[in-house]
């Protein structure tokens, strides 16, 4: 009996440590799996940091923000800088003093670029100096491709924003715990724009373009050949927008002429994808250039977004109210004593007498508006105010904050209906907004909310930011009325400064007097599309402390599109 009990405790003992090894070697197995496949590459860059001298040949390891075709609007380019490995230079001084030479510079320009870790010059560099450098400098000193993320050919800044240094232990230690990424405390940040937003995304893990020279143990170069490759950071993601290089570029330089200060929105009918975004004055987004932006006040606001009174661009929702709720149809008459009118006077001194709706809009009559404001009442502008999509500010991609000052409950208050009538008041709108509402009559009726992100991309994986459905808010006829009347205004109106002979087109003036310092300034604003028949661009300008929307904004949407049809000839 002893025997059999024996025999069987020793079998539970053998059968116990068979579990034990199998647990063991299973543990064992997920270790080196995790190691291998999830640690591997981490633990790769490392041993090559360690055995070589290791050179990051981009400044920031961030994902591209590029437009709807993969281009650049941080003007990322590749180029050519002297790399310098100090630990395989044998006469530091003759370094120095060739490259002073070559670049025609001070010595000391170079001098601290020749201790401590290898490094980049920051100078730019021509094919003759490259040339120049392989021939008369000795080993340790070399041409290599280096990636720049700014340079003049920058875009869209309020849109794409800036990057900066960490600013504090707390903002370090949040990134830390929420963003999911590794941070240290001199790392780059997103500020503001898509930076900002999708920090996260942006923010790689390492350097993806490498420059090395293998090392042994003791420090010594295995070669004198440096070896360059690219490695995918999958957690790094480009942000892909809606905004077309060559039409950001072209309203750019248009703005950088005639717009000291203010905005232009570039849309493409029956989507709501913003194909141009630019607010005046710009800034250079790369952060070495940043401290002189902050000499001129505002200049980091986005003003295609900040919000305006839209002034007679308003008089659009209340003839389309008119029109849909049937208080009135193109021939219903109004009179306009110019002048003497009250409570607000017309910019027309003699007055247009008996005038009509349709005759109101294109010559955009303050009287006539007031009093069909009065007939509407507040309640169904206010209505047709959020039917039109400027109630909504949000747009596909591009969280920025709600703003606090957009009251429409407040044109129901008492002496608001008539300056609300024309767009004053309290009555605020943005750019994109009033371009969302153009965007209605071109696109037959139907709001398409405004989108700027397409999609965010890694080497694994994708985020697409779909658009969203659009909304039948007003009737098709409703809209083919506000089209005539719309040609009208540039055919034989205010807005005749903006009519294209060759595809004609449409769209609204607005002049909104605002108080500045005691003064009294004007926000000009033009809104409108072209071909007036099959519309391709939808566009809103606005132009701060301008004469009116004739004069100053609607000359500037028409060189705008000239430019626009240029660029598809």
């Known amino acids: 009996m002893e025997g059999v009990f024996m025999r069987f405790f020793m079998e539970k003992r053998i059968i ?112 003759e100096q490259a040339s120049l450098v392989r021939q008369n400098t000795g ?31 707390e903002v370090y230690r949040e990134f830390e715990s929420n963003s999911g990424k590794n941070y240290n405390y001199d790392d780059w940040i997103g500020i503001t724009g898509i ?56 309203v750019q330089d248009v703005m950088d002429r005639e717009v000291p200060s203010g905005a232009v929105v570039v849309m493409e009918p029956g ?55 049937g208080a009135a149809g193109p021939d219903t008459t109004f009179t ?53 999509g400027l109630s909504d500010s949000r747009i596909i991609g591009f969280p920025e904050n709600d703003e606090t000052r957009q009251d429409w409950s407040a044109v129901a208050k008492p002496n608001n209906l008539a300056n609300s009538s024309i767009g004053q008041g309290p009555v605020l709108t943005t750019p994109v907004q009033i371009t969302a509402m153009m965007n209605i009559i071109a696109s037959g009726g139907r709001y398409y909310r405004p989108r700027i992100i397409k999609k965010l991309s890694s080497p694994d994986s994708e985020i697409s930011f779909p658009a969203a459905s659009p909304e039948k808010v007003i009737s098709t006829k409703t809209a083919g009325t506000l089209k005539e009347m719309l040609y009208g205004v540039t055919r034989k109106g205010v807005g005749r400064n903006a009519f294209l002979k060759n595809c004609g087109s449409s769209g609204k003036t607005g002049s909104a007097q605002v108080s500045s310092g005691g003064n009294e300034n004007i926000n000009a604003w033009f809104s409108g599309y072209f071909p007036s028949e099959n519309p391709e661009y939808v566009i809103t300008i606005l132009v701060e402390d301008g004469k009116s929307g004739s004069e100053s904004a609607a000359p500037v949407f028409k060189e705008i599109a000239q430019k626009l049809i240029n660029l598809n000839k």
């Open 16 to 127: 116990s440590l068979f579990c034990v090894f199998i647990l063991g070697f299973v543990f064992l197995s997920l270790r080196l799996g995790y190691i291998q496949l999830d640690q591997g590459s981490k633990l790769a860059r490392q041993a090559l940091a360690r055995n070589t001298f290791f050179l990051a040949a981009e400044d920031y390891c961030r994902g591209d923000i590029l437009d709807s075709s993969g281009m650049s609007l941080t003007g990322a380019v590749t180029v050519n800088r002297v790399a310098v490995f100090p630990g395989l230079i044998e006469d530091t001084g003759a370094a120095v003093s060739n490259l002073a030479g070559i670049f025609n510079k001070k010595k000391i320009y170079f001098t601290k670029y020749f201790s401590g870790a290898p490094c980049y010059i920051p100078v730019d560099v021509s094919r």
């Open 139 to 169: 080993a340790g000193i070399y041409i290599l491709p280096f990636k720049c993320r700014y340079s003049s050919s920058s875009l869209a800044c309020h849109v794409t924003g800036y990057p900066g240094k960490i600013p504090s232990l």
């Open 271 to 325: 989507s709501g994808n913003i194909l141009a975004s630019a607010s005046c004055p710009g800034y250079n987004p790369d952060p070495e250039k940043m401290p002189g932006n902050n000499r001129q006040d505002g200049v980091f606001i986005n003003r295609a977004t900040s919000f305006y009174q839209p002034g007679s661009l308003f008089k659009i929702v209340l003839a389309c109210a008119a029109l849909e709720e």
């Open 336 to 388: 306009c004593l110019g002048a003497e009118d009250s409570p607000v006077r017309c910019w027309y001194s003699p007055g247009h007498g008996e005038i009509t709706l349709y005759e109101a809009l294109i010559n955009s009559c303050n009287p006539a508006f007031v009093q069909l404001g009065q007939k509407l009442g507040a309640r169904t502008i206010i209505e047709y105010a959020h039917k039109m």
């Open 195 to 250: 930076e900002k937003f999708y920090e996260r995304y942006l923010k790689g893990d390492f350097a993806a373009r490498q420059a090395f020279i293998p090392i042994d143990a003791v420090q010594r170069p295995v070669s004198r050949e440096v070896a360059f490759r690219h490695v995918p950071d999958k957690n790094r993601y480009d942000v892909i927008t809606t905004i077309d290089r060559h039409i950001q570029e072209a």
